[in-house]
């Protein structure tokens, strides 16, 4: 790493050619013309104006290259530089005092404008005068009118009328012919202008050709993984690069692909939209894209990539231990950072059509689960290792066998709660245990030894965000719950997003309050069941025995068969005919432990009766 000085023209003169470009990963630039105005004071006054840095191309850290927005460089050349930070300053820089175009910028609510900047001669050279008020910009026609945009107050459509108005245009600063030619002008309009354009060159113009940018110089050996580090560090815009945006420029450099593709570059952003778009489509439970009118959600591109590099890394460590049987120092699984920075364009390409295959069977593996939307998903991250899973598994996962105990583990993680913190450890133990434990006889994995499931937890299981919760919910539907609404058949995927299904309470609020009872099991999972909203709506307020009532006059059916109706949500029909809250909560506990216990594959922990039915 080098400490380097260059001058400001020097700099502008390499943006201008292409010497210097920007890696594809930097977000676009975007400054107002407020901060274009202090940024061009500053300079003028010889003021620090903060370090930039620079990566040396040529090493291993290979990006694709764009030029500073505003500059006409061709697609042909080759930058010496990367920009790792500086680049709002010194587009603002090059727009302003070396294009011979108006600046694009924006102005207030971020409306855009196209701007010329200037600096009024005479208050430059003034002590006493802010430089911050001698600098301001004209439109792009460069003409300032008055209010209501009736009349010009001020005309600088020729280069008499700037010299008139005692105005320098500033992208003439490094362009010693045509600022010559502009002085000519300027000073034959009166005696007393040739001691203001002398102070002016001296203070200004001199100044600003003399400024020295503090430059840091990275030298291309740097690896890729620092270039990462460093960039988030400085970045001043304060947005962090995330390491799909590295690879997205890494690939796009890949000189070999383009080769082999007839000089087309590999776009990862639109292989992943390609990817998730269709996804989204086949099931909801992966989210929505950035196409669908808003912010991307549910499953990201760093789900995608940390399955990939599982898949990866996996596929190398066994290769390894089949050369070298009995050996210690294999490579480790893993899909940290560095995984995915140093993850090939070529392993990718090998990969990614089969792990976009595996969520697909991971969607219908949920769908199997009854859990069908993003909102009902207990946990998002626990989709990368079951992902990499399906992909090293391949043909197997369509065993009954195999999904069976595809179906414990998953629900051992969520009744478990054990993705719930950090979760790239367990990533790797599932990935390497799950497999190992299917293709090869070998033990149960740890979130299945791991999990367990107290009974006191159901009491508490009270909010949506906690996945238990969710997963009893997905469990209920699961069982074929019938809505009491609408009785035909269970709920399915179709009717859960048609009807509005969500999990509404069995005793409601007004009971609690009329009986002076403890509300805290009120909001319990155990006092709620998934119903279609026009049930909510048919049940009121009402306590069980009228709302019961009513369900069987709009349904016609006698009391036995709609009791059996309420009984497929694990519910005794005859405590909520009682208006028994303690009858009903007792006996549905027992049932949804029940419950749990059999997807787990274990038995949960009992507290005693006393303590079971405590607030």
């Known amino acids: 790493m080098a400490l380097d000085g260059p001058s400001l023209g020097k700099m502008l003169d390499d943006v201008a050619v292409g010497r210097i470009q920007l890696p594809d990963f930097q977000r676009q630039w975007k400054w107002d013309d407020d901060r274009i105005s202090a940024l061009l004071a500053t300079v003028t006054l010889d003021y620090p104006l903060g370090v930039a840095m620079t990566l040396e191309t040529g090493g291993e850290a290979q990006f694709k290259a764009r030029p500073l927005h505003g500059t006409e460089v061709g697609p042909q050349v080759v930058p010496e530089q990367l920009l790792l930070d500086g680049q709002q300053r010194l587009t603002s820089l090059f727009q302003a005092l070396k294009s011979e175009r108006p600046v694009e910028t924006t102005g207030a609510r971020n409306r855009p404008l196209k701007r010329w900047y200037y600096i009024d001669i005479a208050k430059a050279v003034d002590d006493t005068a802010d430089r911050d008020e001698a600098i301001f910009s004209v439109p792009e026609e460069r003409v300032v009118r008055g209010a209501l945009g009736r009349g010009a107050r001020r005309d600088l459509t020729t280069r008499e009328k700037e010299c008139t108005s005692g105005l320098f245009p500033l992208n003439l600063i490094f362009q010693p012919e045509q600022t010559g030619k502009w002085q000519r002008v300027y000073v034959s309009g009166a005696e007393d202008r040739w001691d203001l354009w002398s102070a002016f060159q001296a203070r200004v113009i001199d100044t600003v050709k003399g400024f020295k940018v503090p430059l840091i110089r990275l030298p291309k050996e740097t690896r890729k993984e620092a270039v990462c580090s460093v960039f988030e560090r400085v970045n001043t815009g304060g947005v962090v690069l995330n390491v799909f945006e590295l ?51 549910g499953l990201s591109s760093l789900d995608f990539l940390q399955a990939i590099a599982l898949v990866r890394t996996h596929q190398r460590k ?298």
């Open 318 to 615: 066994q290769a390894f231990l089949a050369g070298h049987p009995g050996a210690t120092n294999a490579p480790a699984v893993s899909c940290k950072r560095r995984d995915l920075l140093h993850l090939p364009l070529t392993d990718y390409t090998r990969i990614a059509p089969k792990a976009a295959e595996a969520l697909s069977w991971v969607g219908r593996f949920l769908g199997a689960q009854h859990v069908f939307r993003e909102r009902d998903l207990p946990y998002g991250s626990q989709i990368v290792p079951l992902t990499a899973i399906g992909v090293l598994l391949g043909s197997l996962v369509e065993d009954r066998d195999v999904q069976d105990k595809l179906a414990r583990w998953y629900w051992c993680g969520v009744l478990g709660e054990l993705y719930g913190g950090v979760t790239d450890t367990r990533f790797v133990r599932d990935v390497e245990q799950v497999v190992g434990w299917i293709k090869d006889g070998g033990p149960e994995p740890d979130t299945i030894t791991e999990a367990t499931f107290q009974e006191q937890r159901l009491h508490r299981l009270t909010s949506r965000n906690s996945a238990a919760y969710k997963g009893v919910h997905a469990l209920l539907l699961k069982e074929g719950v019938i809505d009491w609404f609408f009785h035909e058949e269970p709920i399915n995927e179709q009717f859960l997003i048609g009807q509005y299904v969500d999990i509404r309470q069995v005793f409601p609020k007004s009971w609690f309050e009329q009986n002076g009872v403890d509300g805290t099991r009120m909001s319990s999972i155990v006092n709620k069941t998934p119903l279609s909203y026009r049930a909510l709506q048919a049940m009121g307020a009402s306590v069980p025995s009228a709302y019961l009532s009513s369900f069987e006059r709009h349904t016609g059916s006698p009391g036995d068969w709609f009791d059996d109706i309420v009984g497929t949500h694990l519910i005794d029909a005859k405590a909520l005919r009682a208006d028994d809250f303690e009858g009903f909560y007792r006996d549905r506990t027992a049932r949804l432990l029940e419950l749990v216990e059999r997807e787990m594959g274990k038995v949960a922990v009992r507290e005693g009766a006393d303590d079971a039915n405590a607030g």
């Open 247 to 297: 690879l997205t420029a890494t690939y796009a450099g890949d000189a070999q692909y383009a080769e082999n593709n007839g000089g087309e570059d590999f776009s990862l952003i639109e292989d992943w939209r390609a990817i998730k778009s269709k996804l989204c489509s086949e099931h909801q439970v992966f989210g929505t894209t950035d196409k669908d009118g808003g912010q991307e959600t």
